[in-house]
C-alpha cells in the first residue's frame, strides 16, 4: 500500500499558515497577537485545569464530527449535526425525566440509546431522502437543524418547561442522581471517554471490515460500487444511521454530563464545529480524537480570550472560519509533493 | 359578521405585505444564486455574504449617512466573497460545496467580530414608497409601505430573464453551466465566466443582506439572518434555474415565514415557536416533492450534477 506523510504535513502547515493569517487579522483589529496566542495555550493547554476544560469540550466535538465524517466517506456531505445533537439531547432528557425514579445505570442507557436512536433516525433520513427523492441532502441537514431548534424551542417554552427555569427556559432535571460522572479524580467527565470509544470503533469498522471496505468502494465510485453487487443503499443508510447515533450521544451527553436538562445550550454550535474537525481529519475517525481536543482548546480558552485581551467572542468563529478556508485550499496541494512520498518508501 | 372578514382582510394584506418584506431579501439572493448557478457553480457560502452585507452596508450607512451607500458597501463585499469562492473553487480537487460552507463560517465570524461596535448606533435606513395612504387603516398602511429595494428586485428578475435568453454574456454563462466541454470548445474561458458569475451573484446577495439592516428587520444584530441565505439555494432549485420564477418562490417563502408573526399578532400564541419552523418546512417539502432521485430536474444547468 503507498503510503505518505501528505495527510500529517499538509493539514499542520495549513494550521500554522491559518495562525498566522489570524494573527494578522487580530493585529489588524488592534489586538496584540502575540500575547493573544499566548492566552490560547494557556486557555487550552497550559495547566492540568485547563486541559481538563479542553477534553470536557472535546468530547461533543468527537461526536459530532463523525456525523460529517462518516457521510463523506460515502460522498455524502452532511452538515446536520446540530439537529441531531438537539433532537438526541431533547430525547435524552425526556427519558431521563419520565425514568427519573429508576437506578442511575438503567436510567443512563435508555437515555443513551434513545438519543443516539432519534439521531440516527434523523441523519438517515436524510440520506434516505436523497436516494429515494434526490433532494440535496447539504441543504436538506441544514433546514433540519433549525427545524430541530425550533421544535426544541416550542417544547422548552412550552409543555415541557420546568417552570423554576427563569431566564433560561429548560425542561425539568433529570435528576443529580442519574448524571453522567467523571472520570477517576478528574473533572472530564465520562463523555470523553465515550468519544475515543467511539472515535476508535468506527476506525476499526471503517479501516479494518469489510463493511468499511465496500463504504469507501461505494465513496469512490457509486456505478463501480454497484455494478460489483454490493448495496450501496443498505451501505448509505447504516453509516448515516451511525453518524446521526453519535451526534445524537453527543447531545445525550450534554444532557446527562453537564446541564440535566435540555436547553438551548443544546445548539452552542458543536454540530457547525464538528463539520470543521471531519474536514480536518480528513474522515479519518481516529484522527478526529487530535484534531476534536484542539479545537476543544480554542473553545476553552475563549473566554480566557474576552476578558484579557478584550476580543469578541466571534474570533475564535474567524479563526475557525480562516482555519476551514486554509484547509481546502490546501487540498489542492495533494499530490503535488514527491519527497513527502519518497521517504516513506525508505522507512 | 362584517368586522371579522374585514379583519381576514387586514390578516390577507399584512400577510401580503409581509411577504414583500420578508421576501425581499431571498429575491436578491435567490436572483444571486441563480446566476451563479447556471454558470455551473453552487455558492453555499451566500449565507455568510448575507451576513456580511449587512454589516457593511449598515456600517457604510452609519459612517457616510447615505443609505444608497451602505448597500454599495455591501454589494462590493459580497463581490469580494463571491472572488474568493470563484478562486478557491478553480483549483483542483476542492468542493464547492465545501468552500460554501467553509465560507458562511467565515462570513458570519467576520461579520460578528466586526460588527461589534455596530450594535448600538443607528443608521440611516432606505425610504419606501407609500403605496397605502388611500386608506385610513393604519395596518393597510404599513403593509403597503413598500420598500424601494423590492422595485428594483422586480424589475431585476425579467431583466436577467432576458439577459440569459438574449445577450451574448447570458449565452456565455448559460453554456459554461450547460457543458464546460462546450464553452472551451467555443473559446470561453470557463473560469473567467463562472468567477465573474459568481463575484455578480455576491453582490446581488451582499445587496440582500443590507436590505436586513438598512429595511426590515433593521438595525444590526447577530440574530439577523438565520439560514435565508441557504433556503435560497433550496428555492432557485425550486425556481428551476428560472429568475422570474425566483421572484414568485421569494413572495411564496416571505408568507411562510411571516406567517408566525401575523397570527401572533391576532392573539394566536400557542405554536409560536413551532411556525418559526414553517419556512424551513415549506423549504424541505417542496425540495421533496418537486427533486427525483432519477431523472435530471428540467431547466438544471448541466454543469451541476451536484444540487440534486
Known amino acids: 500500500m503507498m503510503r505518505s506523510f501528505e495527510p500529517i504535513v499538509i493539514p499542520i502547515a495549513a494550521l500554522l499558515v491559518s495562525l498566522l493569517m489570524f494573527g494578522i487579522f487580530i493585529t489588524a483589529a488592534g489586538a496584540d497577537a502575540l500575547g493573544v496566542f499566548e492566552s490560547m495555550y494557556r486557555g487550552a493547554f497550559g495547566t492540568w485545569f485547563s486541559w481538563q476544560n479542553t477534553l470536557v469540550r472535546a468530547a461533543p466535538l468527537m461526536l459530532t464530527a463523525l456525523c460529517t465524517a462518516l457521510p463523506a466517506r460515502i460522498g455524502l456531505i452532511i452538515i446536520g449535526g446540530e439537529g441531531a445533537v438537539v433532537v438526541g439531547g431533547m430525547t435524552a432528557a425526556l427519558t431521563g425525566i419520565v425514568l427519573t425514579h429508576a437506578s442511575p445505570i438503567v436510567v443512563l442507557t435508555a437515555m443513551a440509546f434513545m438519543g443516539m436512536t432519534t439521531g440516527g433516525l434523523w441523519i438517515a433520513a436524510i440520506s434516505a431522502l436523497r436516494h429515494y427523492r434526490g433532494v440535496n441532502e447539504t441543504i436538506s441537514s441544514l433546514l433540519l437543524n433549525y427545524i430541530a431548534i425550533a421544535i426544541m424551542n416550542f417544547l422548552v417554552f412550552g409543555p415541557l418547561r420546568d417552570p423554576e427555569t427563569l431566564n433560561k427556559p429548560s425542561t425539568y432535571h433529570i435528576g443529580e442522581a442519574n448524571m453522567l460522572t467523571e472520570m477517576g479524580s478528574t473533572s472530564i467527565h465520562w463523555g470523553f471517554g465515550l468519544g475515543v470509544i467511539a472515535c476508535v470503533a468506527l476506525w476499526v469498522l471503517m479501516r479494518h471490515t469489510p463493511f468499511g471496505f465496500a463504504v469507501d468502494i461505494a465513496g469512490g465510485n457509486v456505478r463501480a460500487a454497484k455494478l460489483s453487487g454490493l448495496p450501496v443503499t443498505r451501505l448509505m443508510i447504516i453509516t448515516s444511521l451511525l453518524a446521526g447515533a453519535a451526534a445524537g450521544l453527543a447531545g445525550m451527553i450534554e444532557v446527562a454530563a453537564v446541564h440535566g436538562r435540555a436547553n438551548s445550550s443544546l445548539n452552542a454550535n458543536y454540530g457547525y464545529e464538528g463539520i470543521l474537525v471531519a474536514f480536518i481529519a480528513r474522515h479519518n475517525p481516529l484522527a478526529i480524537i487530535p484534531v476534536a481536543i484542539l479545537f476543544g482548546g480554542i473553545r476553552a480558552s475563549s473566554g480566557l480570550l474576552q476578558r484579557d485581551h478584550d476580543l469578541p467572542d466571534a474570533s475564535s468563529l474567524v479563526l475557525q472560519g480562516i482555519i476551514f478556508i486554509v484547509i481546502l485550499a490546501s487540498e489542492t496541494l495533494y499530490g503535488r509533493f514527491s519527497w513527502l512520498r519518497a521517504k516513506e518508501k525508505t522507512a | ?308
Not at chain 2, 368586522?3 to 435567490?30: H, Q, W
Not at chain 2, 457560502?45 to 451576513?51: Q, S, Y
Not at chain 2, 456565455?172 to 451573484?201: C, K, Q
Not at chain 2, 444584530?221 to 425550486?238: D, H, K, P, W, Y
Request: net charge neutral.
Open chain 2, 1 to 308: 359578521m362584517n368586522e371579522t372578514e374585514f379583519s381576514l382582510l387586514n390578516i390577507l394584506i399584512a400577510v401580503i405585505g409581509g411577504a414583500i418584506r420578508v421576501g425581499t431579501p431571498f429575491l436578491f439572493v435567490s436572483l444571486g444564486e441563480c446566476l451563479t448557478e447556471r454558470s455551473g457553480r453552487i455558492n453555499l457560502g451566500l449565507e455568510g455574504t448575507l451576513m456580511m452585507g449587512a454589516m457593511t452596508g449598515y456600517g457604510a450607512s452609519y459612517l457616510s449617512g447615505s443609505p444608497w451607500l451602505g448597500v454599495m458597501a455591501a454589494g462590493m463585499t459580497g463581490v469580494i466573497l463571491g472572488g474568493v469562492h470563484a478562486l478557491l473553487c478553480q483549483q483542483q480537487k476542492v468542493n464547492d460545496i465545501a468552500v460554501g460552507i467553509a465560507l458562511m463560517l467565515l462570513g458570519t465570524g467576520l461579520a460578528f467580530f466586526l460588527g461589534k461596535p455596530l450594535i448600538q448606533p443607528t443608521a440611516a435606513h432606505l425610504p419606501s414608497l407609500h403605496l397605502g395612504s388611500w386608506s385610513d387603516s393604519p395596518v393597510i398602511q404599513a403593509a403597503l409601505d413598500i420598500n424601494v429595494l423590492f422595485v428594483i428586485g422586480v424589475l431585476l428578475a425579467p431583466a436577467m430573464a432576458w439577459f440569459f435568453r438574449y445577450s451574448r454574456w447570458g449565452l456565455y454563462v448559460r453554456t459554461v453551466g450547460e457543458s464546460a466541454d462546450a464553452a472551451r470548445a467555443m473559446g470561453l474561458n470557463v473560469n473567467r465566466v463562472r468567477m465573474y458569475s459568481t463575484m455578480a451573484g455576491g453582490f446581488l446577495a451582499g445587496v440582500g443582506g443590507s436590505f436586513l439592516s438598512l429595511y426590515y428587520p433593521g438595525g444590526w444584530s447577530e440574530g439577523l439572518s438565520s439560514g435565508q441565505g441557504l433556503m435560497a439555494v433550496a428555492l432557485v432549485i425550486f425556481a428551476r434555474w428560472n429568475p422570474v420564477y425566483c421572484l414568485y418562490a421569494s413572495l411564496l417563502f416571505g408568507a411562510a415565514a411571516t406567517l408566525g408573526p401575523t397570527l401572533q399578532s391576532i392573539g394566536m400564541t400557542w405554536g409560536y415557536y413551532l411556525f418559526h419552523a414553517a419556512p424551513y418546512v415549506l423549504t424541505l417539502i417542496i425540495m421533496i416533492t418537486t427533486s427525483s432521485s432519477t431523472r435530471l430536474l428540467s431547466g438544471m444547468p448541466g454543469q451541476l450534477s451536484n444540487v440534486k
